[in-house]
């Protein structure tokens, strides 16, 4: 496929009903309706508060793949993308269409809506369903433990977001996209499960350099057979992690949403393919920088605090909802020498007057609104 063109129909064509951070039932059911036309629509079962969790199936090839989103309901971006695709597939009559005669596709949009309606990555019981894989408490998770049953996926696409924490490459720059096969034993064996998942990764990979140059990040491969990716890797389901990151200035991960799109139909494109992946190097996939944590939203360097001598302060955004959806609330994560870490944006206080006038308590945990250094110099916390 030309992902150059792709980009470009992405950036008229995406699906205009979900926009933001904060998506839930209420957004989704509209969505779902729309494409009841094109692709099978089911009923899977409810959450603990009783939302229905839906599936949509779409095309008839013979290798199947599985896909779901919002298993952490503040995870959102892979799902913007989700519904990205299927209008893709459901209105280009040749690269679709095709696509479509060789794969079918299964996608759980929203495994955790109770989740999503809080925007909190647990559901409603406060469990993360992404260590429930084994135990099997949930009932979301007993759904999607039944739809990979019954479907019998030759590969599972898990869709999440990453916080804007991670960086990759030196010196870092934002994982805007991270990508993981995972772990099938405690000793991180390439199997041949894990070999399907890390070829199509390369090829997101290289695709993604056109975009996104260092900007594409190898997840942690630690195995905790209570994910459910290292489950399905454990039952010889090729498995790949997708991780949503931050993308410069995009708090709203619109233009992550972007190269989500773009990752899934190269993923898709590469799956349908059926390679022979006998003379694939995992080298080549062990290349990819792995992503790590080292960033802050905000970094504030030389501050010149009363009775402390100089020094950094970093500040991140806490996410919370109100009214009108995400609001993003500035709030000191750490004080002290961060020569280590690197911000989304940072300031340089050196040679401005002591912070004595700024009425706030200097200490991790503070809340901020306006940061007043001296006469003439503001800094305004503040995301598009």
């Not at 229905?52 to 959102?76: C, D, F, R, Y």
């Not at 009559?93 to 309606?117: S, V």
């Amino acid at each position: 496929m030309d992902y150059y063109n792709l980009k470009q129909w992405h950036a008229q064509h995406k699906e205009t009903a979900l926009s933001g951070r904060y998506i839930n039932q209420t957004h989704l059911l509209p969505a779902l309706e729309k494409y009841s036309a094109h692709f099978e629509i089911k009923e899977l079962g409810t959450s603990v508060e009783g939302k229905t969790i839906h599936s949509i199936e779409a095309g008839h090839g013979p290798v199947k793949v599985l896909a779901w989103s919002q298993m952490h309901g503040n995870e959102s971006t892979t799902t913007k993308a989700v519904f990205d695709l299927l209008h893709f597939l459901s209105t280009d009559k040749g690269k679709a269409t095709e696509l479509l005669e060789k794969i079918t596709l299964c996608i759980i949009p929203m495994l955790n809506p109770d989740g999503a309606a809080y925007y909190t990555r647990l559901n409603a019981n406060k469990v993360d369903l992404n260590r429930d894989a084994q135990a099997l408490t949930q009932p979301e998770s007993k759904i999607l433990k039944q739809v990979y049953m019954d479907f019998k996926p030759d590969f599972a696409l898990n869709l999440h977001g990453q916080r804007t924490l991670f960086g990759v490459g030196e010196p870092p720059r934002s994982a805007t996209v991270s990508l993981l096969s995972p772990a099938q034993d405690e000793d991180r064996t390439v199997t041949p499960a894990r070999k399907r998942g890390m070829d199509v990764i390369v090829a997101i990979h290289r695709m993604l350099q056109a975009f996104i140059p260092q900007a594409v990040g190898r997840y942690d491969d630690s195995y905790n057979l209570n994910c459910v990716g290292d489950t399905l890797q454990s039952l010889d389901i090729p498995t790949i992690l997708f991780e949503a990151g931050h993308f410069s200035g995009d708090y709203n991960r619109e233009q992550t949403r972007t190269f989500i799109f773009l990752a899934l139909l190269q993923a898709l494109e590469k799956v349908a393919d059926r390679d022979d992946i006998v003379n694939f190097d995992p080298e080549t996939y062990f290349a990819i920088p792995e992503n790590k944590k080292c960033f802050y939203d905000y970094i504030i360097r030389n501050v010149n605090l009363p009775k402390k001598s100089i020094t950094d302060i970093a500040v991140h955004f806490e996410e919370k909802i109100d009214q009108n959806g995400v609001k993003f609330v500035p709030k000191i994560e750490k004080i002290g020498n961060l020569s280590d870490y690197k911000g989304h944006q940072e300031y340089d206080f050196k040679d401005k007057k002591p912070a004595e006038s700024l009425n706030y308590q200097w200490k991790e945990g503070v809340i901020l609104t306006n940061l007043k250094a001296d006469g003439d110099f503001t800094i305004t916390f503040s995301v598009n």
